[in-house]
């Protein structure tokens, strides 16, 4: 089955520098790959999503890029902001009969 | 729209009690997902459910867990004679068409004492 890696679990930025989040999958027919934000005590939210047909996707402060032929892709958040403190998520499916699998998770903390 | 329902919002049960955790999908989505968090981790899948079937459970405990989604009322996660290791946080997404966009429900905190 899919199995999703995800790098740094945690990660510190200075208000207005950019994050950015690592994910790797091993199942080559993944082909939807959405990011959710977790904030404390909430609900994962959806953030962004991208699809197999595109490498890159963009929404505002956040983007997300897919390299299929290295199974990896990856969250940009620039000039961050103390509300985007929170724990992020990667997760990968096959867009069948597959659930999204998850990764573990990175804590981001934005420091005023 | 009201978005996916769960409830209780917190649950606290005795070793050897049942807990009972619903999930009622947002209007149109009639798939449902049910994941269990723990404490600074993941979200581990537990089972897929349509109306009246289960479509995929490779995450459920083999003992004590059980799932349904009826043709009417909400997704049922059971849990029976909880241990403190059952101590988590269980959320419910649903989909509309059951690829993409999953939404998730506020959770469940169940506590075992």
């Known amino acids: 089955g899919e199995n999703v890696e995800q790098h740094p679990s945690t990660l510190s930025v200075q208000e207005g520098d950019s994050a950015v989040i690592k994910c790797t999958y091993s199942?080559?027919?993944?082909?939807?790959f959405p990011w959710y934000k977790q904030e404390l005590g909430k609900r994962p939210q959806l953030i962004i999503d991208?699809?197999?047909?595109?490498g890159e996707k963009k929404d505002q402060r956040i983007a997300v890029t897919l390299n299929k032929t290295a199974k990896h892709f990856s969250l940009h958040i620039t000039e961050t902001q103390p509300e985007d403190s929170a724990v992020y998520f990667c997760?990968?499916?096959?867009?069948?009969?597959?659930?999204?699998?998850f990764g573990k998770g990175t804590r981001l903390s934005v420091i005023a | 729209n009201a978005g996916v329902m769960q409830n209780p919002r917190h649950l606290v049960r005795r070793r050897g009690q049942e807990a009972r955790l619903r999930c009622s999908p947002m209007k149109g989505h009639s798939h449902v997902y049910w994941y269990r968090q723990l404490p600074e981790e993941g979200l581990k899948f537990m089972v897929y459910l349509q109306k009246e079937n289960i479509i995929d459970e490779s995450g459920m405990p083999k003992e004590r867990f059980s799932a349904e989604f009826p043709k009417e009322g909400p997704s049922i996660l059971r849990i029976q004679q909880v241990v403190r290791g059952d101590s988590a946080a269980y959320f419910c997404?649903?989909?509309?068409?059951?690829?993409?966009?999953?939404?998730f429900g506020s959770g469940t905190r169940l506590t075992v004492v």
């Open positions: 997760a990968a499916t096959d867009s069948g009969n597959t659930p999204l699998v």
């Open positions: 991208i699809r197999s047909n595109v």
């Open positions: 199942d080559s027919a993944s082909n939807y």
């Open positions: 997404a649903s989909s509309r068409d059951g690829r993409y966009g999953y939404t």
